[in-house]
């Protein structure tokens, strides 16, 4: 999205997760993505939300947002898969960071732990809590593929 619009792309997986997977102090990383805002005064495409270490400094600022809800069953496999590739083929992520079998299976912070964890409670609370988080933005909300498709189409963008 952000080639299509010719506009700077910032991952805020790639600013939060410091060397050996240990998290970003929250000023901090309030203090760096701010800058990274500052700096694109024509705007930017940010991916990830970190809702409650941001508090809403994205979404506040954003003309859109865009969230994509897919059905919890679609989501857990999606990352699942994505996850096992990344380990499979020891996929360097962030700052030195790889996801490894260990980290899926052996590990309290396991992201599929995490997902499994969150499952009851994974629409609802979330939807509006990021719908408030957005304010003035126009929200966008894609709950299915085929949201999602429509919404690539209608802006000619590529998937």
Known sequence: MADDLDLPYVELDSIHWLPDWEDIDAEVFRKEVQGIIDENPDGWVIDGNYVGKLQG?????????????????????????????????????WNGN??????????????????????????????????????????????SRGALNRFYKERGLDR
């Open 57 to 93: 400094l994205v979404t506040g600022q954003a003309e859109t947002v865009v969230y994509v809800d897919m059905p919890w069953r679609v989501w857990f496999w999606r990352v699942f898969w994505r996850s096992m590739t990344r380990a499979w083929r020891n996929e360097h992520l």
């Open 98 to 143: 790889r996801e490894t079998w260990r980290n899926h299976f052996l590990s309290r912070d396991s992201l599929i732990l995490f997902m499994l964890k969150r499952f009851r409670n994974y629409r609802g609370k979330r939807v509006e809590n990021f719908r408030a988080a957005a304010g003035a933005a126009r929200f966008i909300q894609l709950s």
